[in-house]
């Protein structure tokens, strides 16, 4: 185009329209830069959460190891109770790590179903049985509604990924134990129709508020309650637990209502992979009373 040749109207067009694809463009670096800066920042939050996750229960577990190392031989009682918190301790660790993990591998995209034969019976069992303790010092009671389960009875046997599966429950139970109040019941119950798996995980707790359902999936978000100031947290299970879901093609639904409790749903198709890597069994030392009460 030659500028000489344009009329002062189309001149002052045409430099309009520059200005303006400028500015877009300058509108566009902007949004880029802010981007950035919000990626900047969630890498340094995550870093400096994390840190706090690991350094406290380690500084913890050293502190008390020493204590015991400095214990009189025969205070049995005081290095019980001193065994007890270091257990306690590492498990949140251990819990919080494999957490952290499975939050690292599926922001690089590194995590990839592995499918199993899993027998859903012996992993529900074992994941009520790592939690036991948790349970036991809030006096909660866990009815695990298996006995109904007349397709699980006969074959409990589910093509899934077993360790996914496992810290989907592990974080719904955690969080059931953490909010429930004390001496009252959670309820698991499960069952396979149509090749989908559906557990559910029912406390009867402090509840959420019908406004943060749908942020309680958001990374580090916890909900601003008495209970979470005291309580420890990272706000990392349930979006963790929301990706592994949707990373097994499956869905989480929940339901809650203040000072009466929350049931979350999770569905989870079962795979069609062809190319099975084994049979997950899992051990357990589990006793039922008659009401499948369990402890
Ligand atoms: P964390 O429990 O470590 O804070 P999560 O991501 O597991 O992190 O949960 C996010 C928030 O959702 C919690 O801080 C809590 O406010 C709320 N929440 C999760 N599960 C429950 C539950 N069963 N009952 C009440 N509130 C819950």
Known sequence: MNISQLTKDELILELEKKINENNEISKNLKKTNKNLKESENFKSNFISNITNEIINPFSSILGLSKNILDTKDNDISKIKNMAKLIYSEAFDLDFQLKNIFAAAKTESGEIEPEIMNVDINELILSVLNTF????????????????????????????????????????????????????????????????????????????????????????????????????????????????????????????????VGSTFHV???????????????????FFFNNDNEIF
């Open 132 to 259: 036991k303790f948790k349970a036991n010092e809030k006096m909660l009671s866990i009815i695990f509604n298996y006995d109904n389960n007349i397709e699980l009875k006969n074959n409990s046997f589910f093509k899934t990924d077993s360790d996914k599966l496992k810290l989907i429950l592990s974080n719904l139970l955690s969080n059931s134990i953490k909010y429930s109040n004390a001496a009252s019941k959670i309820e698991i119950k499960l069952w396979i129709k149509n090749n989908k798996l559906s557990i559910i995980v029912e406390d009867n707790g402090i509840g959420i508020d019908k406004k943060n359902l749908d942020l309680i999936f958001d990374r580090f978000k916890r909900i601003d309650t008495s209970i979470n100031s005291i309580n420890k947290g990272h706000g990392l299970g349930l979006s963790v637990t929301k990706a592994l879901i949707n990373m097994l093609n499956g869905e989480i639904k929940v339901k809650s209502k203040i000072n």
């Open 267 to 285: 569905s989870i198709p079962e795979s069609e992979a062809t190319n099975i890597d084994g049979i997950a069994l899992d051990d357990n030392e």
